[in-house]
């Protein structure tokens, strides 16, 4: 009597039914289900308003997202000791821990790019109908967007700039009406000034008359306050530069993004930091369901070649230490 054993397919590798069960299924929907959340909790909080009112707590509340990945560590851990398969334990791991890091990475960076910028300035006052020539840097110590008088203009050719690495450009704030530097304080121009609106790398040191933000839309006079605390020094540095060039003083010197409508500028980096936080969960999601559809179907398989012979029952009999055939006595 000839046994006979059933031809394997292997021209395929998706999803083959009688392979796939309900353990497998099991640990499928957990890797298919909580890295996506975990990336959710931790890209949430720190891209919004949590991040901003509390800068330190905030991380503490972020590595909450660490207790599933060290939960399948200790999964993996314990079925390795009993001597169970540690596959699906080991890349749930690895999964979790992908989305957990990934996740702070991305909120982070979205926070500092864009809803910083958003908090910083919302959280701050706002004013209308100023007058530069009326007013100081300390007078609008707290202003977040500023809505200049009509007939306030960049001094564009008053413009200057500080490099270092990035080029950091300046240029003062003030109302049209023949400004004369070498005249005396009070006379064609301010005692100190103090608005200034900045970019960076929108000139250069070699010509550093201003070209930043919208300087050359004839309806913008409005200012919308420079956030970033790290840029600030550079721009502090580029109006001393500037005073020393114009022979001008700026006693209080703050800084704003030269635009057209403050609050829309503002809103816009909400929606900007909102439309990143949706789309780098959704992407997650994505790279993760196709990375369980390959771990299904790479781990249906009972032993760990993908594509190797079954193996005969009692296989283990033919041989030992290494694989070598027991010596015939």
Not at 48 to 67: I, M, Q
Not at 117 to 127: D, E, G, I, M
Not at 143 to 168: C, H, I, N, P, Q
């Amino acid at each position: 009597m000839e046994v006979r054993r059933r031809q394997q397919n292997k021209s395929h590798v998706f999803f083959e039914r009688w392979r796939i069960n309900g353990p497998i299924l099991f640990k499928a929907i957990i890797c298919l289900l909580v890295p996506p959340l975990i990336f959710l909790w931790t890209t949430t909080c720190l891209s919004f308003s949590t991040h901003f009112n509390y800068p330190r707590r905030v991380w503490l509340l972020t590595w909450l997202g660490v207790l599933p990945v060290v939960f399948s560590a200790w999964s993996a851990f314990r079925n390795y000791k009993v001597g169970l398969d540690v596959r699906w334990a080991v890349s749930s791991t690895i999964l979790f821990t992908v989305a957990f890091f990934l996740g702070m990475f991305v909120g982070d960076a979205n926070y500092l790019v864009n809803m910083h910028n958003f908090y910083f300035v919302n959280s701050l006052k706002s004013y209308s109908n100023i007058k530069p020539k009326e007013v100081t840097g300390t007078q609008l110590m707290d202003a977040g967007r500023v809505v200049f008088a009509e007939g306030t203009r960049l001094k564009l050719d008053m413009g200057m700039s500080f490099t270092m690495w990035d080029t950091y450009c300046v240029a003062p704030i003030h109302a049209a009406g023949g400004d004369n530097p070498e005249g005396p304080p009070g006379v064609g121009h301010p005692a100190s000034y103090d608005l200034w609106a900045v970019g960076k790398n929108c000139c250069s040191s070699d010509n550093p008359e201003f070209a930043c933000g919208e300087y050359n839309n004839p309806d913008a006079r409005s200012g919308l306050r420079q956030s970033n605390e790290d840029q600030r020094v550079y721009f502090a540095l580029a109006v001393q530069q500037a005073e020393a060039a114009y022979g001008i003083t700026a006693k209080h010197p703050i800084f704003f993004h030269w635009v057209e409508d403050a609050d829309k500028t503002m809103q816009n980096y909400f929606t900007k930091g909102f439309r990143a936080w949706v789309f780098s969960i959704f992407c997650h999601m994505c790279v993760n369901a196709f990375a369980v559809v390959l771990l299904i179907n790479t781990f249906k398989y009972t032993n760990r070649a993908l594509f190797a012979e079954e193996k005969l029952p009692g296989h283990y009999m033919h041989g030992h230490d290494g694989g070598h055939a027991l010596p015939a006595h």
